[in-house]
């Protein structure tokens, strides 16, 4: 778009400097050129020397002739096509731009001088126009870089500025202004979230974890709050991202509560933490020191406090699996990246692919720290087998390459037969912990009560890979191996198992399973008879005393209602027991004594007993089981489940908002498959430890509001990704090579 105005150049605070990108304005004033493109390059035609000088409309200004057409007219704004044949004037024109055409007015407004700038709404052609000021974008600008996880100097980058100028946007502002708006966010947001959890008045179930910068090496742990607010909706809070000097059970157990005093909260139900040792220590110090606060500080006594978290054990027994044939991985993916390193390299294996009649697809490179990628490389490179025993055969190229050396040793690979047995194997496990971590590892949905089904899903898959008559020795040796992993970490049967028995009541508030599931799965998985009944009973202790310790908080906390309730129930009881006594002693005469029905019938139950009467939980538990294919025409949904029964069962419902609310997976599940652990930005990791805080709580925080939780990309998502990018190299860069490692 051609301007007369001249260079425009931007620095960090206004000024103008020679460093910075110089752009044209997208102004389109009236030129002298001879083009008729674009906006305002219409020249007024000459005089004709036979014909009197005409009048030019200044609408062609603001509409051009598409290629050289004497009887139509486009806006140079919204790109609409009029009728506007010569000598038929142009108020239809004239009418477009100066009433009807939205991409003049904002054209318009962006021209106009003014700071405040007139943009289109995000909804699209049918929105209204919206101001935008100054003050707007500077606060949008900052939430931006808190999102994207964007360093600091990014507002001061050049890259900013270049959009700004594009876009019309005023100057950015500095990097320390930036800082400064960040940190009053955060204090004011924080109050805000303080508020909401002292309004809540309900107790907390909490996860941490450990993150690592990577080139200070400072150590930092995250603490999340989770609970089930008002409306039965599942919600989580960072509460704390705290440097820790070293990782002590007494340093991490001080971090812990001196994070709870701060935010003022003095109940918790459940604290789920990794497999380290220092954390079960960490666990006992801190419920030791949490149970000073108050009597209601810990439920049961603490008994229940630790959880570990599931899908580490997951990692942990998965990572130990690719250990045991590492070399046949290495092999696979050494084949994976020669077959990926080049156009012509991918073409002939293509051709190998079609020799032997196998269907296309992308062979994916993994990610040697997310094992779920592994498992994805893997399970697509069987399906190409044959085609690698090809180009074992024929491809001269692809042999060398396994002769060179790396780091003074051969290249691992090529991969054979044995390689791809063993993956073959494997895969057949990575798939039913790859299932099990998608279920565990959602936290914007309780998943509590799926827990113990995921592990009777493994123990029972594993167990048919053992059984089965068509398993090989080697498949039946390796389903073994792994049946004593994860016994090692779930095996409630085992004393040396620290297994936490709440994983099982949590799974009984499902209405769809209650009892009913966890016993069944007992008998299954460890036998009928004596050690699954002990198992079964100590669930019903546990689910009793939870009943109770509820009960009676909940009766506490009614306060003077319940005491006047007990109170006129003592009154009726003296009363009728005063009247029973003068029905006695009334004498008939001839020393015969009133008798009346009562006495007979207090007889009677003297001998036989009251009924007692049934408590929320007997009723719970024999009410037939919920048919989540039928739950009131909607997707079944356990809180929602539990917020239509409310009045039914007020105690219940109280222990399933905060037993729901425990979390299995103490990671986010953009990390579940990592087997690593976590990673902090390079771009923060030269921050103070306040910083750093105050920009990780705050990308929670906003993500949340904005409804912008990360999600798990499943593996068809990868693959049809791979794809993509596969198909645009070979048509923009068909002769693209890259060297191999």
Sequence with gaps: MASNEGPRLHDGSGSETEDDVTETSPTPPVTTSTSNKGKGKRKKPEEDSAKKQGTWSEVWDHFSRPDNNKTKAICNYCKKIFSAPSGNGTSNLKKHYMVSCKAYNVWKAANSGKKDQTMLSPEGSNSRLCKMSEKLIREASNEMMVIAELPLSFIEGLGWKHFCFKAKLPNPHSRRTATRDIVEMFVQRKAVMKKILDENKQRLSLTTDIWVAPHTGASYMVITAHFVDAWWQLRKLIIGFKNVYDH?????????????????????????????????????????????????????????????????????????????????????????????????????????????????????????????????????????????????????????????????????????????????????????????????????????HKLYHA???????????????????????????????LSKYWDPLDNRVEMNKLIFVAAVFDPSKKMVFVENSFDKLYGKGTKSDDLKEEVRDILKSLFEEYSSAVEKNLGGESGSLSQQSNEVSTSSARSREEASQTVLGSGLHYESMNDIYRELVDTGGFQEKQNELDLYLKEK??????????????????????????????????????????????????TSGRVLEPSRSCLTHYTIEVLMCLEQWMKCELRLNDKLVKKEQLLADVEVQDNLMREFEPAFTFSAP
Excluded at 250 to 274: G, M, N, Q, Y
Excluded at 368 to 394: G, I, P
Excluded at 397 to 403: A, D, E
Excluded at 646 to 674: K, N, T
């Design 248 to 448: 002590k059970a007494a340093t991490i157990s001080k971090v812990l509560i001196d994070c709870l005093a701060e935010w003022d909260i003095k109940r918790i139900f459940s604290i789920t933490v990794d497999n380290a040792t220092a954390n079960s220590n960490a666990m006992e110090t801190f419920k030791k020191d949490f149970k000073q606060i108050g009597d209601d500080a810990l439920i049961m006594n603490g008994d229940f406090l630790h959880l570990r978290c599931s899908t580490h054990i997951i990692n942990l027994i998965v990572k130990e699996g690719l250990m045991e044939i590492v070399d046949s991985v290495n092999a696979i993916r050494n084949g994976i990246y020669f077959v990926r390193s080049s156009t012509p390299r991918l073409k002939a294996f293509e051709n190998h692919v079609e020799s032997r009649r196998i269907l296309r697809g992308s062979l994916p490179l993994d990610v040697k720290t997310r094992w779920n990628s592994t498992y994805l490389m893997l399970e697509q490179a069987l399906k190409f087998r044959t085609a690698f025993d090809k180009m074992h055969e024929v491809d001269f190229p692809y042999i060398k390459y396994f002769k060179d050396t790396v780091e003074g040793k051969k290249r691992v690979g090529p991969p054979v037969k044995d390689d791809f047995d063993s993956v073959d194997r494997l895969v057949k496990f990575l798939i039913i912990f790859y299932k099990a971590t998608l279920v565990l590892s959602a936290s914007n949905t309780v998943s509590s």
């Design 625 to 674: 089981l919920e048919n989540p294919a039928t739950f009131d025409g909607t997707d079944y949904d356990v809180l929602s489940w539990w917020k239509v029964n409310i009045s039914r069962f007020p105690v219940l419902s109280v222990i399933a908002r905060d037993i729901l609310a425990m979390q299995v997976s103490s990671v986010a599940s953009e990390s579940a498959f990592s």
């Design 455 to 485: 592990i009777v899903t493994m123990s029972t898959n594993i167990s048919q890979l053992h059984s089965s008559p068509g398993s090989d020795e080697a498949l039946r040796e390796k389903a073994f191996s792994m049946h004593m992993k």
